[in-house]
């Protein structure tokens, strides 16, 4: 579904933009609001998007609540909306854990995998479907001749889908288990999803892949505003797949003039910390491998990083030790812009889980998505497409930095910096792209297949590009990306102003 306009990014877009309208409403009673809102948002007698309205306002509400970082309810709860509603409006409010919800009332309890013969049965007379079956499963109905499954004996291997001319045969899967590439989705004893929170790292390809919009992350769109309202210097630092998610027309210069309107300080491309990482990891993997690890792998994606750490324990110090770009952009702010809040603002669900480490949370404020964001222009009814533009625009960071967006696109910086520090030195590079495809990847690693290898991996496939907080589809992202990074005015991650201030920044 990425990259279709459906009615669940209608809701969402709503309510992202209530929630923030919320926040700047500093004359009315949240509680009542967020109770009057379900109503507003659903109005009306008949249901918009599904049969029943009152189902509708309820799931509404779980999401409005999810949205204010409050946690998310079963329909078992007898509570209003605002129940512990001051719990969003704390100084320090950080996400907690689970950070990707399942709304049950909205789950459409889909079966986990099933495989079954379609009305497109021709009962052809090769019925290589029955051949294929390992465990005979596959028997012909004499009275038609079409094909029969025995669910009993069904193993689930798709194999007679595979070998039918017709595709009379297919396979279902429940469509956020098939995007998790963690296998962390089943089944509870009513047949919903059920999210087991040991194996999620957050990446939230579930949410996005859910038809029924019924998995939600929580957001701090409520507190980043506040923030700014009780007078804190809050500053911006955007990730590098920024170019193009507000609109085709939306400059860089014209963003900066956009978030300053909203009452930020200043705004800092993370492309500068990814110039960082880059530098970083490359005086690391030249250092370490193959002497003291037998490969390294990047550590720029937290979902990728994390599921490394999860599987495969005794290779953990085989994932690079340097600071993502959000930290040491935010730490690069910090040091320069003392008693700061910085807010990460970016395309990944993550990035929030990262944020949540005791670690990071000195240096990050708040994790904001790009959807989030432009709920909060939306509030403020900001075309950002029509400001005047800012000649200075945002940094200068250079294009291997701003690549890090696109899969690939982190090792290649990498190797950038090792060829101009060391030119003899010899570097090989393997990547993977979603988590499955990352899972294999360290499987191999593990075998030995890429000793003395950089290993990249990213949670989404495309990239950060195709982040869960995205807004157009990843083809078109890539090509933004590429287009803005060419525009840098250095090539290389080493070559920029703030390389000269890593040393400080990692000590």
């Known amino acids: 579904m990425r990259g279709v306009e459906t009615r669940i990014q209608e809701i969402r877009r709503m309510i992202f933009r209530e929630v923030a309208r919320m926040a700047y409403d500093t004359e009315n009673s949240v509680a009542a609001k967020i109770e009057e809102l379900p109503y507003e ?3 009306g007698e008949v249901g918009n998007f599904r049969n029943d309205v009152f189902l509708e306002r309820a799931i509404v509400g779980e999401r409005l609540r999810l949205a204010m970082g409050l946690p998310c309810r079963s329909a078992a709860e007898h509570a209003p909306l605002s129940d512990n509603i001051a719990l969003a409006d704390q100084a320090e409010t950080y996400y907690t854990p689970p950070l990707i919800n399942i709304i049950k009332f909205a789950c459409n309890a889909c079966a986990e995998k099933r495989v079954y ?34 669910t009993e004996k069904c193993i689930k291997c798709g194999k007679c889908a595979e070998v039918c001319s017709y595709n009379a045969i297919i396979v279902q899967e429940r469509p956020c288990a098939k995007a998790c590439g963690m296998d962390a989705i ?13 194996k999620c790292v957050s990446c939230g390809q579930c949410l996005v892949n859910c038809p029924f919009g019924a998995i939600s992350d929580k957001s701090q769109i409520f507190q980043v505003i506040r923030a700014m309202q009780s007078g804190e210097r809050v500053y911006a630092a955007l990730a590098p797949a920024f170019v193009g998610q507000f609109g085709a027309k939306v400059t860089p210069g014209k963003l900066r003039s956009a978030m300053k309107m909203l009452g930020f300080a200043d705004i800092f491309e993370v492309a500068i910390g990814a110039d960082l990482c880059a530098t970083q990891e490359a005086e690391d993997f030249v250092q370490e491998v193959p002497n003291k690890l037998p490969f390294m792998a990047t550590s720029c994606c937290p979902a990728w990083s994390s599921m490394a750490k999860k599987l495969y324990p005794e290779y953990r110090e085989c994932i690079s030790m340097a600071l993502t770009p959000m930290t040491l952009t935010a730490r690069l702010i ?20 990262e944020a949540m480490r005791k670690s990071v949370r000195s240096e990050v404020d708040f994790v904001l998505t790009f959807e989030e964001m432009m709920g909060i222009f939306e509030a403020k009814d900001i075309d950002v497409a029509s400001l005047t533009e800012e000649v ?9 930095g701003r690549n890090f967006a696109v899969s690939g696109g982190v090792a290649q910086s990498v190797v950038n910096v090792i060829q101009e520090r060391y030119p003899e030195r010899e570097i090989k590079i393997a990547n993977a792209e979603g988590l499955r ?24 496939p495309g990239g950060c590009i195709a982040g869960a907080g995205t807004m157009q589809s990843i083809k078109k992202s890539q090509n933004a990306v590429k287009k803005y990074a060419a525009q840098a005015n250095h090539k290389n991650s080493n070559e920029t102003e703030y390389v000269k201030e890593l040393n400080k920044l990692v000590d």
């Open 41 to 43: 948002i659903i109005p």
């Open 117 to 150: 013969v379609t009305e497109g049965c021709q009962g052809c007379l090769a019925h290589p479907c029955v051949e294929v079956c390992p465990k005979k499963a596959v028997t012909l109905d004499r009275t038609n001749g079409r094909s029969v499954i025995d």
């Open 186 to 198: 089943g089944s509870d004893e009513n047949g919903k999803a059920e999210i087991d929170s040991e």
């Open 334 to 353: 910090k040091e320069q812009h003392k008693n700061a809040k910085v807010v990460f603002i970016g395309p990944c669900a993550a990035k929030k889980l």
């Open 392 to 400: 200075e625009g945002i940094n200068d960071a250079s294009e291997d």
């Open 437 to 460: 495809d990352c899972r294999k990847l360290l499987m191999m690693a593990k075998a030995g297949k890429y000793n003395g290898y950089l290993l990249e991996g990213m949670g989404c």
